[in-house]
Structures are given as structure tokens and as C-alpha cells.
């Protein structure tokens, strides 16, 4: 069975950064890309980026150009998530989610919160 | 990027009633090669993570009751839900999921009981 579990709530500092761990496991985690989702409180669905764990290679929104960086360690099945120069409207609920054709498997989500 | 957007904002209707919602790309999402639509939905309730109901377009996932429907082409696309249940209240999201390095949501539906 398929399961990814994500490291728990953050609390940070405006111009701090953040690193969001999601483990996966119950499949073979090179074969299906990992990717970020964030959901400001209220608000949608955003997407930031994704990882092909096999390769490495990475695509990110161009919002978080710069800002944004995933990484994976394949040997522990684990991707991270990290956003430095974080700021107050950062705060969101991040889940990792793994795409098969769409985003079948999602985390349950870890609350960041960015407040001085 | 390519913006996805979803008519209406929120929706109520009555229990048994139908309800659709559409979306709506900025860019085609029919990819020729392979003749799919690179458009899925999900569903979200309150304090849960997104569960995808359709990919394709119009493909359900395993698992998803059959009152959920997808359909649309290139760039305009709906899902109807047949016979509304009160466990479909949630918030209902597009998204596209093209050949295209960069993945983008709608804005969201609210659905709920009237």
C-alpha cells in the first residue's frame, strides 16, 4: 500500500527557510515523480514543483523560481522540500504528492507557519 | 504557465440534484501523439489532502462512485456529479497536467447542499 508521511509543523521567522521532508514507501519510489502542492489557509491548490527521483531532474513554478529547491535521497525513499527568504503570506499547509498520470497518492500535509 | 479557470465559485443544490462544474484552459490541453487530455479532477474535504477523482479528462480513478463524470476537450471540460450525496460536499479542483514542465489548479468549486 502506497503511503507518504511528511515531517511535522514548522514555525520560522520571515526571511528564514524551511525543509519538508516526505517518505515514501508501499512502491518503487524512482518510478513516479514527486511533487509539492501548497494551500495558503482558505485559499486552493498551488502548485510548486516536482522531482523525478530517479534522475534528479526537477521542474519548478515560476513563482518559486529561485526560491524553491526539491531534493530527493533515493536510497531512503525520501523527498524534500526547501523555501528560504520565507515570508508571512508563506503560510500554508505543503503536501508532497505522487504523480502516476495524475497526483494519485498525496501526504497528509504539514503545516508551515511564518510569523515573527 | 497556463491558467485554468472553473465556473461557478461554489454551487449549492438539493440532495439528488445534479451539479456540474466547468473548467476552463488557457491552452490546449489535447495532446496529438497519444489523442489525451492532460485534465484531472480532485476532490477536497475540509482538513484532508486532495483525492483525485478523474485524469483524462473523463477516466475514473479506482474506487470513485460513477455519479462522478468528466468530460470536455482541448480546452473546455466539466465534471458532473449525477445524483448529489451528502458526503460530496467538498471543494472541487481541475487541474491540468500537461507534457509541459509546469502543472497548474483552478481555483476551486465549493459544492454544497441546498
Known amino acids: 500500500q502506497v503511503h507518504l508521511v511528511q515531517s511535522g509543523a514548522e514555525v520560522k521567522k520571515p526571511g528564514a527557510s524551511v525543509k519538508v521532508s516526505c517518505k515514501a514507501s508501499?512502491?518503487?519510489?524512482?518510478?513516479?515523480?514527486i511533487h509539492w502542492v501548497r494551500q495558503a489557509p482558505g485559499q486552493g491548490l498551488e502548485w510548486m514543483g516536482r522531482i523525478n527521483p530517479y534522475t534528479g531532474d526537477t521542474d519548478y513554478a515560476q513563482k518559486f523560481q529561485g526560491r524553491v529547491t526539491v531534493t530527493r535521497d533515493a536510497s531512503i525513499s525520501t523527498a524534500y522540500m526547501e523555501l528560504s527568504s520565507l515570508r508571512p503570506d508563506d503560510t500554508a499547509v505543503y503536501y508532497c504528492?505522487?504523480?502516476?498520470?495524475?497526483?494519485?497518492?498525496w501526504g497528509q500535509g504539514t503545516l508551515v507557519t511564518v510569523s515573527s | 504557465d497556463i491558467v485554468m479557470t472553473q465556473s461557478p465559485d461554489s454551487v449549492a443544490v438539493s440532495l439528488g440534484e445534479r451539479v456540474i462544474i466547468n473548467c476552463k484552459s488557457s491552452?490546449?490541453?489535447?495532446?496529438?501523439?497519444?489523442?489525451?487530455?492532460?485534465l484531472a479532477w480532485y476532490q477536497q474535504k475540509s482538513g484532508q489532502p486532495p483525492k483525485l477523482l478523474i485524469y483524462?479528462?473523463?477516466t475514473r480513478e479506482s474506487g470513485v462512485p460513477d455519479r462522478f463524470s468528466g468530460s470536455g476537450s482541448g480546452t473546455d471540460f466539466s465534471l458532473t456529479i449525477s445524483s448529489l450525496q451528502a458526503e460530496d460536499v467538498a471543494v472541487y479542483y481541475c487541474?491540468?497536467?500537461?507534457?509541459?514542465?509546469?502543472?497548474?489548479f483552478g481555483q476551486g468549486t465549493q459544492v454544497e447542499v441546498k
Open positions: 487541474q491540468q497536467f500537461s507534457v509541459d514542465h509546469s502543472w497548474t
Open positions: 508501499g512502491y518503487s519510489f524512482t518510478g513516479n515523480y
Open positions: 483524462w479528462a473523463s
Open positions: 504528492t505522487r504523480s502516476f498520470y495524475a497526483n494519485d497518492y
Open positions: 491552452q490546449t490541453l489535447l495532446y496529438s501523439p497519444n489523442n489525451r487530455n492532460y
